[in-house]
T-cell receptor
């Protein structure tokens, strides 16, 4: 399994500002994913980040609001831009298992709990 | 499209009670199925998985069997503990994209 860390673990931000969340993996992985978990809700996939290419965004999410970087095979960042209180959520990154026998098993980071005032 | 539906919570049980959390899925093809657990204040952890029909995933006393005929993957545990209190998510892979699709989550509270 992969060990994933995220920074910051939590933050309280003002409306209109931006926050960049970092995700670090202890091994090289091809696919990294960013999810949002709104209070009391399930996980919603924001985008898939592959190294060396533009992130692929899900319906309802756009690059201007959630720019993503993927500079190498162990690191990614998600920025939440021009924040509003509706962006208050837990943001999680995950990676797909490197094993070809893992059947799309994903490992998750501990999450970043964001509160926007 | 593919979807996952879980029984609504919260589920409140006494310690040592039997647990069932229902999960059904819709999918084309043959998805892999997962149960993830989220303890208070933590991220998601993979609890168990099954990759084909009739497979049984098991871990920490929890079990779930991949039932293709009923498109279900119900989570069971014979005797729950207070430490099992958490939110449980059922998930499947999309057969054409490989992406994970999550159910809405079921909160389990176990009382001593």
């Amino acid at each position: 399994s992969a060990v994933i860390s995220q920074k910051p673990s939590r933050d309280i931000c003002q409306r209109g500002t931006s926050l960049t969340i970092q995700c670090q993996v202890d091994s090289q992985v091809t696919m990294m994913f960013w999810y949002r978990q709104q209070p009391g809700q399930s996980l919603t996939l924001i985008a898939t980040a592959n190294q060396g290419s533009e992130a692929t965004y899900e319906s309802g999410f756009v690059i201007d609001k959630f720019p993503i970087s993927r500079p190498n095979l162990t690191f990614s960042t998600l920025t939440v831009s021009n924040m509003s209180p509706e962006d208050s959520s837990i943001y999680l990154c995950s990676v797909e298992s490197a094993s070809s026998y893992s059947y799309n098993e994903q490992f998750f980071g501990p999450g970043t709990r964001l509160t926007v005032l | 499209g593919n979807s996952v539906t879980q029984m609504e919570g919260p589920v409140t049980l006494s310690e040592e009670a039997f647990l069932t959390i229902n999960c059904t899925y819709t999918a084309t093809g043959y998805p892999s199925l997962f149960w993830y657990v989220q303890y208070p204040g933590e991220g998601l952890q993979l609890l168990l998985k099954a990759t084909k029909a009739d497979d049984k995933g098991s871990n920490k006393g929890f079990e779930a069997t991949y039932r293709k005929e009923t498109t279900s993957f119900h989570l069971e545990k014979g005797s729950v503990q207070v430490s099992d209190s958490a939110v449980y998510f059922c998930a499947s892979t999309s057969s054409n994209t490989g992406k994970l699709i999550f159910g809405q989550g079921t909160t389990l509270q176990v009382k001593p």
